[in-house]
Structures are given as structure tokens and as C-alpha cells.
């Protein structure tokens, strides 16, 4: 009979990094399929839901930008609606003055918010809390007022886009559509790997005071200067589409503060620092816009009761009271350690 082998064994952990999660992967797919659906909108919808579709694409937008700027650079801008104002106006003058195809127009009239924002954030950055909030305020003012006075865009008369009827309906509900559809995957899907990227430790890092998140390394000063560049690009995003959907622009309602007062009850009603509060803020005002819009100075008396009511009481916002009660992400950004399983390894 012979001699059974001694085996020697040892037990080493093996060490799992989780970034998905269920509830992850099924937002994702949800995610993909809603673009989708957005993308294809003149194959199944009326041109007054894709203009309503369009609109709340517009809010998402916008609303992710503020997050962004405010929820991780630490930035409290009220005044992110002079970029889109500003891209809006490039639109049209690209296009009705110079004729250049609007839709290709729309992506020219990005370089203006990306050159005015460098100058911008040079000029305000050494502005602190109200001081810098207070500075965007005024850049603001100082467009609109520009706007209004300067004969390349009519002045205060505004501008009307007639070259869009040289297309169909059907054409500009598909143009319209698809850029809805890419104005999403770019704040939405762009934030979301900024975040789940290696910038994103730096980033969690901006929200501490300048010399705490210096003192790792962090490239504070830069990382800063780049979201805002990139907050004003999405936020010109937003505004050249909403207003080739309109037709019109004028001074007032390009550098209408509505802008920034809707970013910041979705933002801090919905949760701020995170996809899925933008979302659900955007969708309940998207609601109660349509529902109770007719009310007038009531309505946004009630909104902004609902906006102080949050930052008392529940400063996370609604996502941040779900997330409480239920570990379920849309958009895991976290890095988890699951329980290591003891891998077995044979020694003879």
C-alpha cells in the first residue's frame, strides 16, 4: 500500500473590488434604453411631447452642470444661464447671419462659453462663498445687457432663426431628438465616468477647504478651473438647443435667471452630489411645472418654501433620504471590498 502525499496548505484572500451593483446594472440599462427611446422620438411621438421631452432633457442638463460645479468643486454659481445665453446667441448669428447649417452650428457655438469661462474664472476665482456667487450674478447681467446693445444681434429686438424652415417637421423633430439624446450622454454619461474615473478621489476632495484637498497633491487649483470650463460648455449645450427649439431669442429670455433658480431647487430638492437626485429633482419640477405653472408668483412662492424646507431639514435631498434607508445606487461611483473568498493554494 503505498504512502499517501503530504500536502501542505495555506489559505490566501483573495481581495475583490466591486464598482457595479445590481441596482446599477439595471439603471444602466434602463438608462440606455431611455436615450434610445429620446433618439427615436419623431418614430413615436407628437412634436408637442417631443418638444416637452426636449425641454426636461434641457432642465437634466443644466441641473447636472450646477451639480457638478457646485455638488464637487465647491463653485456656487448663480449665474451659469450667461453661457447659456451666450451659446444660444453664437447659434443664431452662426446661422442666420453667416448661414451656416444650424445643426452644425450648434456644436460651433460651444466655443464661445469654453473662451468666455477662461477669462471668467480668472477673473472671479479669488472670490470666496457669496463673493463668487454674487460675481457670476453679475457677469450675467453684464451680457444681457451687452446682448441688448449690440447691433450683431439686433440689440434688444432679438433674433428669429428663419433659416429652420428651409427643413421639414419631421426633419427638425429628428435633429432635435438626436441632439437631446447626445446632450444627455454628454452631462449625464460625462459626469458619470468623471466620477467613476481616477479623477474622482480628487474630485470628493474639492467639496474640503483649498489648503485640505492641496495637501494630498491634488491639482485643486486646476481641477477646479476645468469643471467650470466644462459646466459652462454643457450649460451652452443646454441653451443652443432650447433655443433653436424656440426659434427666438432675445436678451431677456437668454439670460433669464429662471435658469439658475431651476438648477438649484433640483439640484438641492432632489440631492446634491449625485446623478440620481438631479434626476428625480428635475422630474418633480418638470410636474409641477406642468401642473401648476398657471399659478404664477404662488407657484414659485411654494417652490422655494419646498427648496428652504429641504436645506433645514433634509440637506441630502430626497435621494439622500432613499439612499438612507435603501443601499441601492443608480450610478455606484464607490470602490467596495466584497468579503474575501479564502483561495486555496495546494503546497506539496
Known sequence: MSAIPYVATTEVPEVVVQRQTR?????MTLAVLAMIAVAVMPWWASTGTIRSVLVLCCYIAVAQMWNLLAGYAGLVSVGQHAFMGAAGYALFVLAQTYGINPFVAVFLSLLVP???????YLLLHRLDGPYFSIGTWVVAEVFRLTASNLPLVNSGAGMSLRVMKDYSAFERNVAMSLLCAGMLLVTLGGSYWLLRSRFCLALIALRSPPVSASSPGFPFLKLRFLIYVASAVGCGLAGAIYFMAQLRI???????????NVAIFIVMVGGIGSIEGVLIGS????????????????????LGLMTLLVALYARTGIWGLISKR???????????????????RRIS
Open 23 to 27: 441596482s446599477g446594472r439595471i439603471a
Open 114 to 120: 469654453a473662451a468666455l469661462a477662461v477669462p471668467i
Open 250 to 260: 432675445t436678451p431677456g429670455s437668454a439670460f433669464d435667471p429662471m435658469w439658475a
Open 283 to 302: 422630474l418633480i419640477f418638470f410636474i409641477a411645472d406642468r401642473w401648476f405653472g398657471e399659478y404664477g408668483a404662488t407657484y414659485f412662492v411654494v
Open 326 to 344: 435603501w443601499d441601492a445606487p443608480w450610478f455606484p461611483i464607490r470602490r467596495k471590498l466584497v468579503d474575501p473568498e479564502p483561495l486555496t
